[in-house]
Every structure is written in C-alpha cells, then in structure tokens.
C-alpha cells in the first residue's frame, strides 16, 4: 500500500436523542511522532473544525436495492469532539482541566441515509471516530453502524484494540445472527470519508487490504472481513460521468476510485481539492444480488444539493425547524 505524495492539508456528529450542548474542546496538541502532512496548528483548519460547529452536507439519493434504483437523503455531518481513547466514547462529564483519563481530539463523521424500498423504509447510519493527531493514532479508534428498516434491524461496532478490531455484530437475520470477532487491523472503508477531510494524502492507493464499509456488508449479506482491493486518486474529468445527468459541482474536483474484484464492486468518491475538502458526491456500484429476481450491476449515487454550518445539538424547538429546510431536507 501507498500514499499520493501530494502537499494537502486537511479537511462528524453523533446523531442520537437528546444531543446535549456540546462541551468545550482541548485543542490538538502537535506530537513529535505525528505526520508531516497534517498540521494541526494550520490556522484555516482550526478556525474551520473548532469554531464550535458542525458541517451539515445534503445528498440527493439514488440508492440500488433490490434489483431498482431508489430515491432518497443522505446527510453527511462532521464534526469535531474531544474522545476517551480507553473507553471509546465521547468525553462530556468534566473539565478538561481536571480528566485524569486519556483523550484525544477526533473528526467524527455521521453518515446517514434514507430511501424507501416499496411501502417500507430504510435508515441507515453509519458512525465514524478518526483522531485528528494522526501521527499519534494511525487508526480510527472506533465505527458503529445500524440499518433499520420494517422487517428489523443490524448493529456493527468495531474498536480498535491494537493491534486488532474487535468486532460485535448483532442482526434479526438467522444467518448472521449475534458474533463477536477480532479482525487484524486493517485500512477501513469507512474512514475513507474522515481521513479524506483530514488531508486526502492520507487516502490510500494501489493495492491494499481494507475492511469493507460496514452498511455494505450487511446490504449485500457479505461476511465483515478484510478484503484485497486497488485504489487510484486523479482529477475528476466531466467525460468519466457515467450520467449526463449527473452534476457534481465544486472547485478542482478530485475522485478516489476504491475497488473490490471478489465483490464486484467499486466505490467512486467526489471531492474538492481545496480546504476544506468538501464532498461532492459519490458512486457505488455494485452487483445487487441480494433480494432481486433478476441480479444485475446498479450504481447508486449521491449529489450534494446543500452545505451548511451549524450547531445543530442546540437547535431543538420547533422553530428550529427552518434549519432543515436550509439543507434541503424536506422530511
């Protein structure tokens, strides 16, 4: 495996019930150890990821499943949020001043989605906690990911314990099951997304080992394992859309194209190669099998139509509401 060596320099929100106000952040503090392409005291980057906000991106959905593509949202929300690296889970109960346990500072990505599939929906929502200091925390320290719909509900946790992920899994469907396992560490795909907004140097290439995204992996029924796959990063060109219908829109467009051979499936993702890096959109294709009669090759496929900053843990009342209409989302 190796990494672009282009100059970048960088670029998550747990969506739960009752979001309580959001703590005062510990900065990041540069280590010896940490990369030489992430430069933590980067004035754009800080006054970007720590002025107290989170970035809000609205997708226009096409989602494959079940053999037809299916209208819907996704929302990609990052932010940033101090994070006990022995417990794995946010750091909200003390001053910082006065925690006697290890934390660290990490970019949190949410990412979810909802489609409808014939009468019932689907929710998906995948979690993503990726230290900022990545010379210190090479990996991401921890992912959750459910998908909800009518007939029940999957749950995947992975915490990296080094040098391994411990994995739970629990799911309604008799093949699967409740599982624990531990997976050799590995390049995920689902910190593709954080790692990305750090810096995309950071974004593998060549041919590599990666744990595929975890959503995936139960949408296609596919046992959670490492799996080989190649990867490429090049300046997005308007003859490679594979939809005239497609506009991916920003400046000096850049696409990582992740590839799966033994899934048949690959991964395009769309973004600006300029802090902060936003996303444009991106491309999963991929052979819907599961639950179709006639299984064919279907790309599913998201178009941001909206970005806004915002601290959305405090906008709870019902005149808050206009906020979800200043992204697009109209449910």
């Not at 469907?173 to 907004?197: I, M, P």
């Amino acid at each position: 495996m190796r990494y672009r060596k282009w100059i970048f320099v960088f670029g998550v929100a747990v969506l739960v019930s009752g979001c309580q106000s959001k703590p005062e952040q510990t900065l990041p503090q540069q280590t010896a150890s940490a990369s030489p392409v992430v430069n933590f005291k980067n004035a754009a980057f800080m006054s970007y990821w720590y002025a107290g906000k989170a970035e809000l991106s609205r997708y226009r959905l096409e989602q494959a499943r079940y053999g037809e593509l299916r209208e819907g949202d996704a929302v990609l929300i990052f932010v940033t949020e101090d994070f006990l690296t022995d417990k794995q889970v946010k750091l909200e109960s003390q001053p910082r001043s006065e925690v006697p346990l290890k934390f660290t500072s990490v970019l949190k990505c949410n990412f979810t989605k909802h489609f409808v599939t014939g009468v019932y929906d689907y929710t998906l929502l995948t979690s993503v906690f990726t230290p900022v200091e990545i010379g210190a925390y090479p990996h991401t320290l921890k992912t959750t990911a459910a998908v909800l719909e009518w007939c029940g509900q999957t749950f995947t946790q992975l915490n990296y314990r080094a040098p391994n992920y411990q994995v739970q899994g629990y799911s309604y469907f008799e093949a699967e099951g409740d599982a624990q396992l531990s997976l050799e560490s590995a390049v995920l795909e689902d910190e593709l997304w954080t790692k990305l907004r750090l810096s995309p140097v950071l974004l593998p290439t060549g041919e590599f080992k990666i744990i595929p995204a975890s959503t995936a992996s139960r949408l296609l029924h596919r046992e959670l394992k490492a799996e080989s796959a190649t990867a490429d990063l090049k300046p997005y060109l308007k003859s490679e859309k594979s939809d005239s219908s497609t506009v991916f829109t920003g400046d000096s467009l850049m696409v990582y194209t992740l590839t799966y051979p033994a899934w048949q499936r690959s991964l395009k993702i769309i973004f600006e190669n300029k802090f902060p890096y936003r996303i444009a959109g991106w491309e999963e294709t991929y052979l819907d099998k599961p639950g179709s009669q006639a299984p064919q090759t279907l790309t599913t496929r998201a178009v941001r139509t909206n970005t806004i900053m915002l601290d959305y843990w405090a906008k709870k009342s019902l005149a808050d509401s206009v906020s979800r209409r200043d992204l697009g989302l109209s449910y």
